[in-house]
Structure formats: C-alpha cells, structure tokens
C-alpha cells in the first residue's frame, strides 16, 4: 500500500488519491494492486473508523474514498458539501484535487460485507455514489472495485466540470447589464439574471420557478400569449416598447426582444426574453423633440416677425434717401430696436430649453423682491405673501417672475384693489400683484383684467401677444424655465378676478 500524501499527481497526471475506512490493510492493498492492473497509479491511505481520527476525511483532499461495513456509512457525508457554495466559490477549471478541501465533491463508495439491504439503503441515502458487496479472495470482484473508484472519480470530475461551466455560465449571465429571463412553453420562469433581481426587486428564489402570472397579474396572459406566438411560430418579437410599471409604482420604458429558445435537438421548448431600460433614452427623445419644435417656432418667428421690421426698415431707408429731413431714420431706429428685442427674447426662449444642471437654495421671498426691481413696474404694487427656501437655478427663477411681473404690468388695467400685506410701490398704474403660497408650490397673480377661458393655453405659445410692443415670447420663456426645473405651471382666474399662474410641483426646505 502506498502512504504518500493525499492530492498529489505523478508526472502523467493520473495518479489518484483514495482513502480506505477498514479495520484491517486488506482492502486497501487489494484496491492497490487492481487499480495498478487497469493502469492507475494511486495513492492509498488507510484510516480505522474504530480508533483514528476520522477527520482526515474533511480535512484532506482525497480523489475517493471507500468506506467497508456499517462504521463507515455514518462518514459518508462527510464527504458531501454545500454544491451552491461549492459552485460560487471553485476556482474556473479546478479539478477536485485542485479545489479547497471543504469544498470538494468527493465521491464515496460503500463496500457491504453482508446483503443487508437496509445497510445499503442507508449508505445510497446518506449520498454513496457506487455501493459493492465484498467477496474475498475474488480477483475479478478487485477489479470490479478498481472501475468502480475510478468511474465514481470520472463522474465526479465531470459534474464538477458542468457545476464550473454552469457558474460561468451564471456569471457571464449576470454581468449582462440587460435583463434576461428564460422561460419555459408554460410560462414559468427557470432563469434569471442580476439584472431582473435588481428591477423586481426580490431575491432569485422567489423569481425563479414561478409564472408570469404570480409575478405580474396584470400582464401574465399578454406574456403568455407573447411567449406562445413565438414557440409556435420559431419567430422572434424584436424591439418591442412599451411602459410597465416596476414594483415601487414607477413607470419605466422597457425594449424586450422575445426570441426562441431551443433544446439540443433544436426543437423550441421556451423563449429567451432580451428586456433593456431605455427610460432615459426616452427622455432624451422627447427632450430632442422639444428642442425641434422649438426650431421650427424659431424659424417660423424669424420668417414672419423679424420680416416685418426689416420691411419697415428697409423702406424707410429709401424714403430717408429721397427725403433726409423727414424724420424717417428714427423709424428705422424703431424698428433695428424692436428687431433686437425679438433676437434676444429668441435667443433666451432657445437656452432656456436647456436642463438645469445647477440649483442651489433660494429664498423664495428675496427672489420675488430683488426680479421686482429690475422690472418696469409703473405705479403697480407688489404683494409678498410667500416665505420658505427652494432649490432652484437662481438667475432662471429671477428670469421666470421678471417675465410674470412684466407680463401683468403690460397686460394689467387700472384699478383700486390694493391688499394690505409687504408692499412695494411704483409709479404708473394702479395694478397690484400678488406672489402666495399655492399648492405644492407657490403663485403669481394679479387684480387685472385677468385671461380668458379660451385663451389660458395658447398664451404659452411662442408669438402669443395682445399689445403691439409684445414680442409674445415672455410666457414661453416662463414655461420652458418651469419645465427645465421640473415644475408644472397653468393659468387660472386670481381671487381678484385677475390672471393668476400657479407653479406645482415645488419642493420646499425644511
């Protein structure tokens, strides 16, 4: 019997290590030898369940072990370990002799002395992977023995090879930062990557194993009915869009490839479904858009409103030409000035369409007071009933009540109401404006002559204006600083009767 260390492979690589529990050497020479007919250079330790330390079987890295009589069917598990730890943690092309010791896969065979059936019963429960009756004295039972170490070896290696590959497998599965779910032609769900793990928002034990309809009552028979189209059909779904909500109540844009699946005879026994987030794509699409339409408003302003100036501009020039003294050059002054006040109102409608990229704390009530004084406000008189700290792009939000008070002022008549309250005056009209708290978020309104019901969403528009010195273009500027914070702004009546906008969607600081 040979005692060299356990786990070592001569120069050819094929020599084994087994470990024998017996009470005497004679099964373990006998093991020797056969093995040694069929080839297989072994090495061969010997331990008696009955007074050594049995530990070794944990402890050490054994190719086999062969276990004789009753004493040795209470250590076959010892040879048995966790085979999910086993798969997540052996190295990528381990043999078993390779991998840690207490995680190798190692294979026992049982030898039984007598025919007790329930002996041998207890031995293929406890795991054993080959089970002998022992006949002494038989050469051919030796060998019978020797191929049945040696096959138990074989299979061993080979389902560590298939756990290793399966593991890879896993891991290439899950880096994949798209969802992927493999399906079975009952829609039951088999596989899952890290991916659906994340967006479910729940552990893989409870994804895998169950239906599309436990996982997604309200769309498990559009799955189904999905899934079946392309097993019957061999043809895959590809690029389908569509919003579906995730566990915590978002809704998420979602590109889903269904292809078939096929077993090794090619025959389609499931679909693979290919599912990617293109919420934030779709974003930028519909932020693209905006950015279009706002073009094709800029150049329909360009092609009609800057024309009209430089006509009266032009023919000025030429009357100006015949007649120096006719005063005709302070209309073209007039009209270079109202050409100016559209490019600028253009160019800031066109950067206000960007996103913010900077807010920081303001205090809403400075920032109403300190866009009051850069605004020609006549006699009006502000009203400041609001107070808190909001995150927002200071210069737009300046920008945003700039263009409402100034918006009010041109389009405000003359009137008595004044609410007591902060007041700031000026002198023009008797007009007064109010900025208050309003739902989830905070107004602007005035004791005008308000805006009519048919007219509240085209006031938005670019262009809209109802004075001649309007260049239409201040409410659509308010509107895009409003969307570009993430805001909502509508017009409705004022409690004076007057216009009054009111932007939702704002969160205050504690």
Not at 31 to 55: C, E, F, K
Not at 111 to 127: F, M, N, P
Request: hydrophobic share 35%.
């Amino acid at each position: 019997m040979n005692d060299a260390a356990p786990g070592q492979s001569d120069a050819n690589g094929d020599r084994i290590s087994v470990l024998v529990v017996a009470d005497t050497d004679t099964l373990a020479d006998r093991l020797d030898r056969a093995l040694a007919t069929i080839g297989v250079h072994a090495t061969i330790r010997r331990i008696n369940p009955q007074a050594d330390d049995t530990s070794e079987i944990e402890t050490q890295r054994w190719d086999a072990v062969v276990g004789v009589a009753e004493p040795a069917v209470d250590l076959i598990g010892s040879t048995r370990t966790d085979q999910g730890h086993h798969t997540d943690r052996c190295a990528e092309g381990d043999s078993p002799n390779d991998a840690p010791p207490e995680l190798v896969d190692v294979p026992f065979v049982f030898v039984s002395e007598t025919d007790d059936e329930q002996l041998v019963s207890a031995a293929i429960d406890r795991g054993a992977d080959r089970c002998l009756l022992r006949q002494s004295g038989s050469a051919a039972w030796d060998r019978t023995l020797a191929d049945a170490v040696v096959s138990a070896i074989e299979s061993c290696r080979t389902r560590t090879k298939l756990r290793q590959t399966t593991n890879e497998l896993q891991r290439i599965y899950d880096t994949v930062p798209a969802m992927i779910t493999r399906k079975d032609d009952a829609n039951r769900i088999l596989r899952v990557n890290d991916a659906v793990t994340d967006y479910l928002d729940r552990p893989r034990e409870d994804i895998e194993g169950q239906t599309a309809w436990e996982l997604f009552d309200e769309y498990g028979t559009e799955f189904q009915q999905m899934d079946q189209s392309v097993i019957e059909s061999g043809e895959p779904i590809e690029g389908l869009i569509e919003q579906l909500p995730t566990p915590s109540g978002q809704n998420r844009w979602m590109k889903t490839d269904v292809v078939p699946y096929r077993d090794e005879h090619g025959e389609t026994d499931g679909v693979l479904v290919i599912s990617e987030d293109i919420t934030e794509l779709k974003d930028r699409e519909r932020q693209l858009a905006r950015q279009n339409e706002r073009l094709d408003r800029f150049i329909s302003v360009v092609a009609h409103d800057l024309r009209n100036p430089l006509s009266v501009a032009n023919g000025r020039v030429r009357l100006a030409q015949e007649d120096p003294e006719g005063g005709h050059l302070a209309a073209v002054q007039t009209a270079h000035e109202r050409m100016a006040t559209l490019i600028d109102d253009l160019l800031t409608l066109a950067r206000q369409g960007q996103s913010v990229s900077e807010r920081s704390p303001i205090a809403l009530a400075d920032a109403v007071r300190n866009s009051w004084t850069t605004v020609e406000t006549h006699n009006a008189t502000l009203n400041v009933e609001v107070s808190g700290t909001i995150r927002a792009d200071a210069g737009r939000l300046q920008q945003l009540f700039e263009n409402l008070f100034r918006n009010s002022v041109e389009h405000g008549s003359t009137g008595s109401r004044a609410p007591p309250g902060d007041a700031i005056e000026h002198g023009g009209h008797d007009l007064t404006v109010t900025v208050g708290h309003g739902a989830a978020g905070f107004y602007v309104e005035d004791d005008g002559p308000g805006v009519p019901v048919d007219r509240r969403e085209s006031v938005f528009d670019p262009g809209h204006s109802t004075t001649p010195s309007g260049t239409g273009f201040g409410l659509s500027i308010v509107r895009e600083i409003v969307n570009a914070h993430g805001w909502t702004i509508t017009v409705t009546e004022g409690s004076a009767g007057g216009a009054r906008f009111e932007i939702t969607g704002v969160d205050f600081e504690d």
